[in-house]
């Protein structure tokens, strides 16, 4: 045997410590990057096996294996894959000590942040120097498969390292730590501890596709006794602490939908079953596997700020993460599901995620997965579609507004009350097909509630004509109509906004009789515009109210008062912005005032009349009149002379 000594570099020595100490935000991990690298190693045999059936190794039982001496305080993970030569383990588990480092530390001295540190970190392949954060010692013995002779490695991620060469070495690799005392405040836990050792593998390697054994403590008490005495004694069988039942790597007529479910409710802590369950496998250059539900019931934190959202991320059957936000767009946040790729950009501590093509690549193709899915459910099974839309078609909306790419999508799968129905939704392509003849644009008007909505002024000349009106009472409704603009050609338009002229389409009025009017009322429509002027922008006659004396519209470009209330909710102060009022010209209300106006020069309590309108019609849509001490006044003194 011969031995060979090396000394870190003084730049990968002060990297070897600041992996010890900063990178891993959770001292767990050690045990999930050993075993993944152990996992690694069966594969590649398993491989190379195929590739050289002449090579003299033993494939029957590839595992992995986890061995602990309390007494001793020590920890191994140990494989049966196919180890390092002497060269490998120099290079390989070497890399920290390569050229480089010096170069690396620079640029992590000018790294201002945390974030900045791990991007750099994630650089360097040193997943295995995690072990010492848990231990002062770290032993590796290794012989490659096909080889007769070992290695071994060891250090106690000071100053230096040794690689020395021996005659006896099982195949595969073994990593000893000598674990440092337990230190709970320091989340440093007793890891000889069998529970703790079972609750690592179960939430960061229970899937991987080999088994992971382990003997039970007080069998490997009664092992060791029975050595020591010379008997026989009954070997127990080993724990397989994984499952290795990787339900989204399975053909999907092996799996039960119970299967399906149990896992969901362990994924989402949910427990009811999904309303759906999505398959997905993408094949080619970037692989990968994911199995998504739609919960049946939206949760109570779906529209609070720190919801978490996102799927669970495993690499090669590794869990990386719980709550992985980049593969889905936030108004998708209540999916909940495993993505498996086959390889991704992670940093050292697999926690977080480079940037990749291959991230967008997937976010992209697993939202088009979903909505699909969605359109289907809607075409096959319309009470499950009415479902999910009931408990998530709010949040669904917020993706008309933010993902232009996928705008189609969620219009095709979006449903809306209209006046068409009191209780069934319908489509925007419904509505296209139900337009009347002569009809451009697509109404809709927005509001607390549907009553509210039916109840309002600006309905009226359209429930007149038969013209169909969207009851949109989200609040998302209000954003996503002006993004959207337009439906096959077809304008989405508020019913509250703008110049709506229906009479214009109506050969009943013709417009001389129009013109006839406008000129009857001008007189009063200029005092009154002069009147209000603090509180208004116009005054004019309106065509939408049939019943009502006067409701306020916004201008077609202008904010609504729902809208201007909603950015002041969220901290932006926005100038508010002045309303149109419009008159009813056939309500005997409006009549009488233009009467009076012409018959008066004392205008005085007219005034206080135009004023009241106006406080009326705010109060018709919904809102408070400027002053509603003074128009409580106002009215008690009309009333009163009235009597």
Sequence with gaps: MSTETFEF??????????MIHSVYSNKDVFLRELVSNASDALDKLRLEKLWDDSLDADVSDLHVE????????????????????????????????????????????????????EGLIGQFGVGFYSGFMVADEVTLLTRRAGESQGTRWSSRGEGTYTLETVDEAPQGTS????????????QLHDYTSPWK?????????DFITWPVRMLPEASATAIAAADESGGSGEVPEPETLNSMKALWARPRDEVSDDEYHELYKHIAHDWRDPLETIRFQAEGTFEYQSLLFLPAHAPHDLFTRDVKRGVQLYVKRVFIMDDCEALLPPYLRFVKGVVDAADLSLNVSREILQQDRHIELMRRRLTKKVLSTVKEMKTKDQDRYDTFWREFGTVLKEGLVTD???????????SFASTHHDTEPTTLKQYVERMKDGQEDIYYLTGESRQSIE???????FRDRGIEVLLLTDAVDEVWADAVGEYEGKKLRSVAKGQIDLDAKDEETPDADREKRTEEYAGLLGWMKERLGEDIKEVRLSSRLTVSPACVVSDAHDLTPAMENMYRAMGQEVPRAKRILELNPDHQLVKGLNRAYKEREDRTELADTAELLHGLAVLAEGGQPKEPARFVKLMAARLERAL
């Design 9 to 18: 570099q003084v730049e990968a020595r002060q990297l070897l410590q600041l």
């Design 66 to 117: 986890i061995d602990v001496d309390k007494d001793a305080r020590t920890l191994t993970v140990r494989d049966n894959g196919i180890g390092m030569s002497y060269d490998e383990v120099g290079r390989l588990i070497g890399t920290i000590a390569n050229s480089g480092t010096a170069k690396f530390l620079q640029e992590l001295k000018e790294a201002k942040d945390a974030a900045g540190e």
């Design 175 to 186: 990593v000893t730590l000598h674990l440092k005392p337990a230190d709970p405040e320091n």
């Design 197 to 205: 050792i079972r609750e690592i593998i179960k939430r960061y390697s």
């Design 404 to 414: 232009p790419e996928n705008r189609d999508a969620v219009l095709a799968v979006a």
């Design 455 to 461: 109840n309002s002024p600006h309905m009226e000349a």
